[in-house]
């Protein structure tokens, strides 16, 4: 087999296990913010604000650190993906961020499968091209992992966002916030002294008209009238039954808990139209078929 094979067989392994470790690391750490967070939670709510303040940034820190291991991970698995890339002699240009982010920032992590990494790729590319990752004289190393490594201290504002975000999380009022419900609601009442209402409706009375005028006549002329009495028969008043269901088979009408249920001269009005309904729709009476049949016998 080649030594150049070989290398590739070997860095290979070693990207799997650089993978593996960087995901358990990611879950520890994971863990111990939630044991953190919970801690200045503690000292939040027993008023211990300026230590929470100094601790947090050990919080801060390794979420940083967490989120360098995510970028990490997925140029590990980018390197491994291309593989059959890494066999050439010079860095395809497609792996060349992934491969200088990779050596630039493994001896600054605990990883050290990483770092077995970077000395395969260092044997691979040779000790200019490690040069030129670790000093970035291209800028070919990811912005990203530059920033994440970098060890200047949080802003106020993130402190800020993340003792409030811990606050909130744990059900801890922080920080105090006066309890101001603001001014109670004026009430306006419109009603005179001298006509109290009590909340009731009044009636306003209707201004009288003069007894000659036309609207006056025309007025009592209607109070005297009453209705036809074919009103009422030619528009009967009736509520139907909903239509039976599979959820209620025998529907009913109600009104106020009591069932409604039609008069005997309802019934016999309905039968008797009934009656007439089939007399006039074609289908002949006992009498007419008695003659029929006569009929045919002669």
Same mark, same amino acid.
């Given at each position: 087999m080649p030594p150049s094979a070989t290398l590739i067989t070997k860095l290979k392994v070693q990207l799997k296990l650089s993978i593996a470790?960087?995901?358990?690391?990611?879950?520890?750490?994971?863990?111990?913010?939630?044991?953190?967070?919970?801690?200045?939670?503690?000292?939040?709510?027993?008023?211990?604000?300026?230590?929470?303040r100094i601790r947090v940034e050990n919080i801060i820190r390794s979420d940083i650190t967490t989120e360098l291991h995510?970028?990490?991970?997925?140029?590990?698995?980018?390197?491994?993906?291309?593989?059959?890339?890494?066999?050439?002699?010079?860095?395809? +240009?497609?792996?060349?961020? #992934?491969? /200088?982010?990779?050596?630039? $920032?493994? *001896?600054?992590?605990?990883?050290?499968?990483?770092?077995?990494?970077?000395?395969?790729l260092a044997e691979k590319y040779g000790k200019e091209f490690v040069l030129s990752a670790m000093e970035n004289s291209d800028q070919k190393v990811s912005p990203k992992v530059i920033k994440k490594l970098s060890v200047t201290p949080p802003r106020e504002e993130l402190v800020q966002g993340y003792l409030e975000e811990i606050a909130r999380a744990y059900g801890v009022d922080w920080p105090k916030r006066p309890k101001d419900l603001g001014d109670p609601p004026e009430?306006?009442?419109?009603?005179?002294?001298?006509? +109290?209402?009590?909340?009731? #409706?009044? /009636?306003?009375?209707?201004? $009288?008209? *003069?007894?000659?005028?036309?609207?006056?006549?025309?007025?009592?002329?209607?109070?005297?009238?009453?209705?036809?009495?074919?009103?009422?028969q030619d528009i009967p008043l009736h509520v139907n039954p909903p239509?039976?269901?599979?959820?209620?088979?025998?529907?009913?009408?109600?009104?106020?808990?009591?069932?409604?249920?039609?008069?005997?001269?309802?019934v016999d009005a309905g039968i008797s139209k009934k009656s007439d309904d089939r007399k006039g729709d074609g289908i002949p009476g006992l009498d007419e078929l008695t003659a029929r049949f006569a009929a045919l016998k002669r």
């Open positions: 470790r960087l995901r358990m690391v990611q879950q520890r750490d994971e863990q111990m913010g939630k044991t953190q967070r919970r801690a200045m939670a503690q000292l939040l709510e027993v008023g211990k604000v300026e230590s929470a995510e970028i990490l991970e997925l140029y590990c698995e980018l390197l491994l993906a291309r593989a059959g890339l890494l066999e050439g002699q010079t860095c395809d +240009p497609g792996l060349e961020e #992934a491969v /200088k982010s990779v050596i630039y $920032a493994a *001896p600054k992590t605990e990883i050290k499968e990483l770092q077995q990494v970077r000395a395969l009430f306006v009442d419109d009603d005179a002294d001298d006509n +109290p209402s009590s909340g009731q #409706a009044q /009636k306003v009375p209707e201004s $009288a008209l *003069p007894s000659d005028s036309k609207a006056a006549q025309a007025r009592e002329t209607l109070s005297h009238a009453t209705p036809p009495r074919s009103l009422a239509s039976p269901s599979t959820d209620n088979p025998h529907p009913r009408v109600t009104l106020n808990s009591v069932e409604l249920k039609p008069s005997k001269k309802m």
